[in-house]
């Protein structure tokens, strides 16, 4: 289903009739919400509705929302269908008005940067532009395409899994075959794995639908690593409801994902990433700064974080070491807990 949604960031009619009027000027203008500022259209084209895309597009919205601009955002979801994302990139690509396009994941990325070739396209979400042939590089942007990568530290990630189960020797990886973001992650697991003395076990799907069936293959495994795939992650419960059944610990490569059930991550927080790629977009709209001079980003240090759901842990049957969870975010029924038992020492 495609979700049209238009949205205004102009705090009042006034400030709407006083852009109107000054056609456009910023003289004098007022903080926020556009009073006074110029006038922008952008459109947001997100691959898949699951929460680490929705809250980058959150984060986006919001900066806009911030801005010092009148800023008119339309969005539209392809929800994983070829056709439709192929049509909403189309459409956007043959709008004049529009001053930024926005891909959410790198297949959206892809379409757009092949139907779209005079709007400037800012993407995030998008693990590998190199390798998804968007960038020549990580320094150089592409004509008129630029943006914020999401790439994980693979390595780092499977360390947290060693780190909480101390024995693992077999670590399982479901991953989509279709999306090169995800097998840029499975190749840097493997190149990682031989370091860290582990062996990595890979499944293989190529939609939602398969996903229970792939990990239903997996075989003697200690472990299970969810990286940032848009497939997987859109079927996670899937992924949760077997690690709990099996008593075989699930880990994620992002923060969303450990909030909907699974262990643990060292991993992005996606609005914070969504906030990144709309202050870059929000600089290329209104000339601070050209595509052509903007590389690349990766994330600010400020979007990564450790985050753990000890519910989660409980119920798959490992315990998260105290020099770890100190000073994580911790989500979970069990972070309540902690807290009221935290306030009745104070009070004592």
Request: hydrophobic share 40%; net charge negative; with cysteine.
């Amino acid at each position: 289903m495609n979700m049209n949604t238009l949205l205004k960031t102009s705090a009042t009619a006034a400030a709407l009739g006083l852009l109107l009027t000054a056609c456009g000027s910023d003289e004098g203008g007022a903080e926020g919400n556009g009073e006074g500022g110029e006038s922008y259209s952008v459109a947001i084209a997100q691959y898949v509705a699951h929460p680490s895309l929705d809250a980058t597009a959150q984060g986006m919205k919001d900066v806009f929302e911030e801005a010092d601009a009148d800023i008119e955002v339309e969005e539209q979801n392809a929800q994983a269908d070829q056709a439709t994302m192929n049509n909403i990139v189309g459409t956007y690509g043959s709008d004049d008005n529009l001053d930024a396009v926005l891909p959410i994941a790198t297949p959206v990325a892809i379409a757009a940067a092949t139907s779209i070739t005079e709007t400037p396209i800012i993407f995030s979400a998008v693990t590998d532009p190199v390798d998804a042939g968007l960038v020549p590089d990580w320094e150089t942007p592409g004509e008129n395409i630029t943006g914020v990568s999401d790439m994980n530290p693979v390595e780092d990630q499977l360390q947290l899994i060693l780190d909480v189960v101390e024995d693992a020797e077999v670590i399982g990886i479901p991953y989509s075959s279709a999306e090169s973001n995800s097998v840029v992650q499975v190749d840097a697991a493997n190149e990682a794995a031989d370091a860290l003395g582990v062996e990595i076990q890979e499944v293989a799907v190529t939609n939602t639908s398969e996903v229970a069936q792939g990990v239903d293959s997996f075989s003697d495994i200690d472990a299970i690593y969810v990286p940032t795939d848009n497939t997987v992650v859109s079927g996670l419960e899937t992924v949760i409801s077997y690690g709990v059944d099996n008593q075989i610990p699930v880990f994620a490569a992002e923060s969303d994902s450990v909030e909907r059930g699974t262990v643990g991550t060292y991993g992005l927080n996606y609005y914070e990433h969504g906030r990144q790629a709309g202050e870059m977009a929000l600089s290329v709209m209104t000339g601070e700064a050209e595509v052509a001079d903007t590389p690349t980003a990766l994330a600010d240090d400020a979007a990564m974080e450790y985050t753990f759901n000890l519910d989660a842990a409980e119920q798959m049957g490992v315990e998260i070491p105290e020099d770890l969870s100190a000073d994580a975010n911790i989500v979970g029924e069990d972070e309540a807990a902690e807290e009221g038992d935290a306030d009745e020492e104070t009070s004592e």
